[in-house]
């Protein structure tokens, strides 16, 4: 295992960030290349416990011979982010300085122009040096997986259409519970790099066999346990040697789990503020009409809570984790199996 830095200025004087890029180098150049990050949204840390333990294994693997792949390992991708924190609460998620999501605005590019993505890199703010550096190296490679977790939440993947149902072999390997097939409309990392490769041509390739790039959503934001992170670990190790990049020899189960279009999902939103009382957890299946949580939006007073049903039948998949909500905070979301009757935008399911 090789390790360096990639030191970003920062926008200020006297500040600089550091981030430490793992490399293992392979034995095969037609074998895929692999790139590999975690913690993008900065406060999601069940990618980096993920990624300790497969380094460990992988270089396990490199002891023995194995790796067939160049593989590029980003334990921490956000050095910028982790520093945010506001009044002793990391935000994580959204970029202080410039209010953006740091997991949108990723230059949509074809992977011909790629270089160009360097380009007069020191005229551009830290956080797009930084956004322009992750995605130059993931365009680099043809297996890209982007770690990150929902808030309460089952293991699930968003994954381009273009990609599947080639990437069920990822979906059985780490065991996740529902896949959301999304549309590639968006300027989230995971979407800009199926977009360069979509228009490495003028005309727009609609399906990308050998390629993938996927964001795998490491259940909620506190599952962050040893065991848990180790099962991670070896489920991706397993989804690396079934696509030739580690030589070992592994079999999967085909997967068994729901793989539905963002369409499809409900996401069940709070009528009014108030608190909220969930009846079902992430897991549960429930039917058309079913009671999901009831809300208490004047607390003591007769009339003084609604109930929140749920649109049509369906797996939980994620569940908030505030219990004093705003009026259409996201509550839940529902993999179903018709389309939801509410209208979406293209793109990702949440800004
Ligand atoms: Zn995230």
Redesign the pocket.
């Known amino acids: 295992m090789n390790t360096s830095e990639i030191i970003i200025a920062g926008d200020t004087a006297g500040i600089e960030w550091r981030l430490p890029v793992l490399r293992f180098k392979g034995s095969d150049p037609k074998a895929p290349k692999v790139y590999i990050q975690a913690a993008?949204?900065a406060n999601?840390l069940p990618g980096t416990a993920l990624v300790h333990f497969l380094c460990e294994r992988l270089r396990q693997s490199e002891s023995a011979g194995q790796i067939k792949s160049d593989i590029i390992v980003i334990p921490h991708a956000n050095p910028i982010g982790a520093a945010q924190s506001h009044f002793g609460e990391l935000q994580g998620?959204f970029d202080l300085g410039s209010r953006t999501n740091f997991?949108r605005e990723f230059p949509l590019i074809s992977v011909k122009d790629r270089d160009g993505l360097l380009e007069d890199l020191e005229r551009r703010s830290a956080i797009d040096k930084l956004k322009r550096q992750l995605l130059h190296m993931a365009l680099g490679c043809d297996l890209v997986i982007d770690l990150?977790?929902d808030d309460e939440s089952l293991q699930y993947a968003y994954i381009d259409e273009a990609f599947w149902p080639e990437a069920a072999d990822l979906a059985s390997a780490m065991e996740m519970e529902a896949v959301l097939l999304s549309d590639g409309e968006s300027s989230a990392f995971e979407e800009a790099v199926g977009f360069a490769w979509k228009y490495e041509t003028p005309e727009k390739r609609s399906r990308l066999p050998g390629k993938l790039s996927v964001t795998v959503e490491l259940r909620g934001r506190r599952d962050v346990y040893p065991e848990m992170a180790m099962k991670d670990a070896e489920g991706l190790w397993k989804f690396l040697a079934s696509r030739g990049a580690i030589d070992a020899a592994v079999s999967l189960p085909a997967f068994d789990g729901p793989a539905v279009p963002l369409d499809n999902v409900e996401i069940v939103r709070a009528p009014e503020a108030g608190t909220v009382l969930f009846h079902h957890n992430i897991g549960e299946w429930v039917g058309e009409g079913g009671v999901l949580a009831t809300l208490i939006t004047r607390p003591g007073m007769a009339d003084g809570s609604v109930e929140i049903r749920a649109p049509q039948a369906g797996l939980i998949v994620t569940r908030n984790s505030e219990r004093l909500v705003r009026r259409r905070a996201d509550l839940m979301k529902i993999a179903c199996k018709t389309a939801s009757k509410a209208t979406r935008k293209p793109g990702t399911l949440e800004d």
């Open positions: 993008l949204h999601e998620r997991n990150h977790c």
